[in-house]
């Protein structure tokens, strides 16, 4: 009775590692497409910026805000630019502070995963 009760709990503790492993890899994944994403907006807002430096500086710009355009000067823009390229520089340092974060606690859980089914195996052919 002893030896079923072990191996239920065995098999509960490998069902919460397995389901703890899933929302870990969903979790890269996201956090891996994010910083896809924001590598698109920084090579998308350098050609903006590279197109923007071709026009003379008196050329009327504008920027969407909402449903409206605003109009701005050459260097306002370029300075919002400059901003939006530093503020995902950033981000994408902090996602791949976490990427690498959930790819240590990938690790620790594999290792936990083959340790618990490596024991379990011991056990039952003991049995």
Do not use: W, Y
């Amino acid at each position: 009775m002893t030896t079923t009760s072990r191996e239920e709990e065995a098999q509960k503790m490998l069902g919460q590692l397995q389901m703890k492993m899933i929302d870990i890899q969903t979790s890269l994944k996201k956090s891996t497409g994010q910083i896809e994403g924001l590598k698109r907006e920084i090579q998308r807002s350098k050609l903006t910026d590279k197109e923007i430096n071709t026009l003379k500086p008196e050329t009327p710009m504008f920027s969407p805000v909402g449903r409206m355009f605003v109009l701005h000067s050459k260097a306002e823009i370029r300075e919002q630019i400059e901003n939006k390229i530093k503020t995902c520089e950033d981000d994408i340092k902090k996602q791949e502070t976490t990427k690498t974060f959930l790819e240590k606690q990938m690790r620790d859980c594999e290792t936990q995963f083959k340790e618990r089914l490596g024991g379990t195996g011991g056990k039952k052919s003991r049995s």
